[in-house]
Nanobody, 124 residues
Framework: QVQLVESGGGLVQAGGSLRLSCAAS????????MGWFRQAPGEEREFVAA????????SYADSVKGRFTISRDNAKNTVYLQMNSLKPGDTGVYFC?????????????????WGQGTQVTVSS
């Protein structure tokens, strides 16, 4: 059974940084593309970043380009989201997601498994 467990969320002041982690179960993790999405209160879940199976290809939402970095460690079955220069608009629950294919995907429909999410709150 595939499980995704996010960690690293918290409360931070604007301009600060956080690093989210997502630990995945399953021996086929290294063949799966991974993604991060977020959902603000009263808003729809939106794409943040994605990474292909070997880490060579990444994709970002325009709103986070230059501030967030997605990476992965296949030996640890873990994907990371380094978030710098955080803004109050980055506040929300951040979800890790896994595809059953190797290439990146930019929409929720591209992903097959989801974590429970971790809360990120950025104060002004």
């Amino acid at each position: 059974q595939v499980q995704l467990v996010e960690s690293g969320g918290g409360l931070v002041q604007a301009g600060g940084s956080l690093r989210l982690s997502c630990a995945a179960s399953g021996r086929t993790f290294s063949y799966s593309a991974m993604g991060w999405f977020r959902q603000a209160p009263g808003e729809e879940r939106e794409f943040v970043a994605a990474i292909n199976w070997n880490g060579y290809t990444t994709s970002y939402a325009d709103s986070v380009k230059g501030r967030f970095t997605i990476s992965r460690d296949n030996a640890k079955n873990t994907v990371y989201l380094q978030m710098n220069s955080l803004k109050p608009g980055d506040t929300g629950v951040y979800f890790c997601a896994r595809r059953l294919v190797a290439a990146v995907g930019g929409s929720m429909q591209d992903y097959n498994y989801w974590g429970q999410g971790t809360q990120v709150t950025v104060s002004s």
